[in-house]
């Protein structure tokens, strides 16, 4: 079955650090972007980090020198490591992959999302 299974959410107080893994199923192969997205209530999904398969990193500004986003291809899995954290960064996270199950055609999975809560 294809899924992606997030871990590493959870209650933080300001300036601490969490680390996030999410892991793709092996029905998905040849895996091009692994990423980070998060989305506040009311507000669009945004981007947080991204890896490409040859090490490639995106990042949004807001996160640029705190966060650092990694993957292990031979576990499927990309990980986020977030330092110095700030109550702006509550927000459910959700993990996102783009890869192959059949057929050609990359597709885009997501996964269920995982709540990070930064608060004292």
């Known amino acids: 079955q294809v899924q992606l299974v997030e871990s590493g959410g959870g209650l933080v107080q300001p300036g601490g650090s969490l680390r996030l893994s999410c892991t793709a199923s092996?029905?998905?192969?040849?895996?091009?972007?692994m990423g980070w997205y998060r989305q506040a209530p009311g507000k669009e999904r945004e981007l947080v980090a991204r890896?490409?398969?040859?090490?490639?990193?995106n990042y949004a500004d807001s996160v640029k020198g705190r966060f650092t986003v990694s993957r292990d291809n031979a576990k499927n899995t990309v990980f986020l490591q977030m330092n110095s954290l700030k109550s702006e960064d509550t927000d459910v996270y959700y993990c996102?992959?783009?890869?192959?199950?059949?057929?050609?055609?990359?597709?885009?999975?997501w996964g269920k999302g995982t709540l990070v809560t930064v608060s004292s």
């Open positions: 996102k992959v783009q890869g192959l199950v059949r057929g050609p055609e990359y597709n885009i999975y």
């Open positions: 890896i490409t398969s040859d090490g490639r990193t």
């Open positions: 092996r029905g998905i192969f040849s895996i091009n972007v």
